[in-house]
């Protein structure tokens, strides 16, 4: 009797196994699947227009430009955009691989958090896709062309998500920090903000390379020509490739934009992005200008900074908050004009009036950062998480004015590498 | 001669399936309700299920290894006896749905690229069937296989999450009054309560040396990993972690590990899916114990099939409707789980040793 039993319940394991193992766990079928690989979203008369970039492989067509591969759609809602994408093409957006949203700054003056919401809420895209905000429609952004790659954001990819854990020039973000900042008690938020560039249309050479002289300040990019700086196109800003014969699209994320209470609050520049990272998140990869006077000359040189090490903590003193910065910095010379050669040089040691200049100048960008945390009312230094976490007994009564009552003291050292 | 369980197979069952049913929807519902505070409620739990091991141990001193109905029959008579235990496995099978609904949720939502049309979870029944059929000792052997399963699984799945969680996101630990982490605790025995199982191993349990230190440890070690657990999700999602519904896959997708190899946690989440069907079945193997104690032995298969088959039935009907079965269960059966859980087993300490001894 056992001995029948025991083969009723090995044919059924069978049974279960079979059931189990030859199923294809839905898998995609790719006949009828759009891969979406980034989304833009524009403001339309009633609503917003969705338009999703689908991955087509370049092997297939050497025509295909970035506009055919674009389905787009309009409604009220985000889901609904993305149903009538598959209502008007008969193909299934499939959202897995969707690594950038893109929204256009339109759709972020007015209120973009059920947007915002529906990402984070929804199964079919990966809560670690990066946000961001452009100038111009997002839907020019996608269909646009660019030496950097033939889909157009794989090239905003390799801008926004270049060694993400290493640079300084791009703030990036994605949906889950994003919403997690604003629905903390700091309530604020930041995307990076991207620039079109367009280049001229005569055909050029590229070398190709990224190289990291990336963060000269804002006035070096004007002097120097856009076909030059395929050389040292970092910045969040980005060049390389092929021989163009078309107009083509560079693109430039360096700068930030922020949002405090779900609204459009203030934005950062190329250095103040540089500045902030530098205070929130250990960098491998930076470069900041720095200019001073040594020996009755002008010098202006590149530091390379090698490691950062950041402390930003606030303490209530007399029943008064107070801000303070500490960043230490290890670094080096990469390149001084006019270059006065001396023992040291090989060693790339910065002087000490360069260091001293370092150490001003970041002082001054870290005020300026507060200053504009507390004019625009943006609680980017996450002030009250602070006074939450750290200093729960006076969290009631300094919640509501921290940011006009906040007093700072900002301490920086900068040391050479050797 | 009775069927013993050993010490070593009690253990398996609480390391294997202990942490099994919490991690899945639970995690979120805790940090919905009490935020970064989301561990008190853990603690008020793990305190009063230390104080049910502890009770179980003086019932089990007391009354020399009888089980729960003897002790039950002895000092209150045979009606009374099935009465209680009727109640119990009322009791089991509440305890199952929302965490078989849960598994479902979980095994579709990881597995599957889009919802699977056909019912590819109904198979796992099968097993909840042969488990409830063949009893406690089985289902203890059964575990000590799925043990291992559960260690590996769950320890992965913790390690890939740990360097990703941001554990200041926990702060203040104390400051501001939680009053919600009680009500919290209270709505959520439908995930917790397992030292309850203890009582029914009651009499079919072969004491060993340092049983009660070794079962106190294999309960206190998996409950602390359930704590992490939390923590660790909680340090990951910070305020967004009420959005993250299963969260035992999302725990590691953030691992740096994972973006350079892969989705290597799902090897993980493979060895989890496998242990939270035996996790799913203990409760009613233990309704069918329940019901077979009052009915006899040999209707076992009849109980064991009506129990799957109303599981079925209810699968079928509600599991679409998950979060309304969630509510009902937690609001609705809440004094059940208390009663059943906490209140119930103190009866196992009453009347006297002579009294036990004649009787």
């Avoid at chain 1, 193992?21 to 009828?32: A, G, R, V």
């Avoid at chain 1, 979203?41 to 999703?52: F, L, N, R």
């Avoid at chain 1, 889901?79 to 957006?93: D, K, M, R, V």
């Avoid at chain 2, 999602?237 to 035992?248: C, G, M, N, P, T």
Wanted: hydrophobic share 45%; charged share 20%.
């Amino acid at each position: 009797m056992n001995y029948k039993r025991g083969k009723v319940f090995i044919l059924l394991f069978i049974f279960c196994m079979v059931s189990f193992f030859t199923n294809d766990f839905e898998l995609i079928n790719i006949e009828k699947t759009a891969i979406i690989v980034a989304i833009g979203i524009d403001k339309a008369e009633e609503g917003v227009e969705i338009s999703a970039q689908i991955a087509i492989p370049q092997a297939t067509n050497q025509s295909t430009t970035n506009e055919d591969a674009i389905l787009s759609a309009k409604a009220k809602t985000i889901y609904g955009a993305l149903e009538n994408i598959s209502l008007q093409t008969g193909w299934y957006p499939k959202l897995t691989f969707c690594n950038v949203i893109i929204i256009n700054k339109e759709v972020i003056n007015q209120d973009f958090m059920p947007i915002i919401n529906y990402f984070l809420t929804t199964n079919r895209i990966q809560s670690s896709a990066v946000l961001s905000v452009c100038e111009q429609k997002a839907k020019e952004v996608l269909s646009s062309s660019t030496p950097l790659d033939y889909i157009s954001s794989f090239a905003l990819q390799k801008i926004l998500l270049r060694n993400i854990d290493r640079t300084s020039s791009v703030l990036i973000t994605n949906i889950q920090d994003f919403y997690s900042n604003m629905l903390s008690h700091s309530r604020f938020g930041y995307m990076p903000y991207i620039k079109s560039i367009q280049t001229d249309d005569k055909p050029k050479e590229n070398s190709g390379s990224n190289s990291q002289s990336s963060n000269y300040e804002n006035e070096q990019k004007e002097i120097v020509p856009l076909s030059s700086q395929s050389a040292n196109s970092g910045g969040g800003q980005g060049q390389g490739g092929n021989t163009q014969n078309e107009q083509s699209t560079l693109y430039d994320a360096s700068e930030t934009l922020l949002f405090s209470n779900n609204k459009l609050a203030c934005a950062f520049t190329s250095s103040q992005t540089n500045c902030y990272n530098l205070l929130t998140k250990p960098i491998k990869e930076c470069f900041l200008s720095v200019e001073y006077e040594a020996e009755g000359k002008k010098k202006n040189t590149l530091v390379s900074i090698i490691e950062n090490f950041y402390k930003v903590k606030l303490k209530i003193e007399n029943g008064i908050p107070i801000l303070k910065v500490e960043l230490k910095i290890i670094c080096e010379k990469e390149e001084e004009t006019p270059s006065s050669y001396q023992e040291e040089d090989k060693w790339s040691i910065l002087s000490n009036d360069a260091l001293k200049a370092l150490e001003s100048k970041l002082n001054e960008d870290i005020a300026t950062l507060i200053e504009l945390s507390k004019s625009s009312n943006c609680d980017f230094f996450m002030v009250k998480e602070k006074l939450y976490r750290f200093e729960p007994n006076h969290y009631y009564k300094l919640e509501k004015n921290i940011l006009q009552l906040l007093d700072y003291q900002i301490k920086v050292e900068c040391k050479n590498h050797h | 001669m009775k069927k013993q369980i050993k010490t070593g197979q009690i253990c398996a069952i609480f390391i294997a399936l202990l942490p099994l049913t919490k991690v899945v929807c639970a995690p979120s519902y805790f940090a919905k309700n009490c935020g970064e505070k989301l561990w008190q409620p853990l603690i008020i739990l793990l305190l009063l299920d230390l104080l049910l091991l502890l009770t179980c141990y003086f019932i089990y001193k007391k009354h020399d290894n009888k089980s729960f109905y003897e002790i039950l029959i002895s000092v209150y008579g045979k009606p009374f006896a099935n009465g209680i235990f009727i109640l119990y496995a009322i009791f089991f099978f509440a305890k199952t749905v929302v965490p078989l609904f849960e598994q479902k949720i979980f095994i579709e939502n990881t597995f599957y690229e889009t919802l699977p049309q056909a019912p590819v979870f109904y198979p796992a029944l099968i097993i909840i069937f042969y488990l409830a059929l063949k009893g406690l000792k089985t289902f203890g052997r059964t575990c000590q296989i799925a043990s291992f399963i559960t260690a590996i699984g769950f320890l992965l799945i913790i390690f890939l999450g740990i360097p990703s969680a941001d554990y200041e996101s926990l702060l203040p630990l104390f400051a501001f009054s939680n009053k919600s982490a009680p009500i919290c605790a209270l709505t959520a025995l439908t995930y917790f309560n397992d030292a309850i199982c203890l009582l029914f191993f009651l009499g079919s349990f072969k004491a060993e040396k340092k049983s009660e230190f070794k079962i106190f440890l294999s309960y206190l070690i998996p409950f602390l990993c359930v704590i992490l657990f939390y923590v660790t999700f909680y340090g990951i999602f910070d305020y967004v972690a009420l959005s993250r519904k299963v969260a035992i896959s999302e725990v590691g997708i953030f691992s740096v590990a994972l973006i350079n190899v892969g989705r290597f946690d799902h090897i993980a989440l493979f060895l989890l899916a496998l242990s939270s069907i035996i996790a799913v079945s203990l409760p009613i193997t233990l309704s069918t114990h329940c019901l077979v104690q009052i009915f006899g032995e040999n209707n076992r298969l009849t109980i064991s099939l009506v129990l799957t088959l109303m599981l079925f039935g209810v699968c079928v009907t509600l599991s679409a409707k998950y979060l309304m079965v969630f509510e009902f269960i937690s609001k609705y059966f809440a004094p059940l789980f208390v009663l059943c859980g906490y209140l119930l087993p103190l009866l196992g300490l009453g009347g006297s040793n002579n009294e036990l001894q004649t009787g």
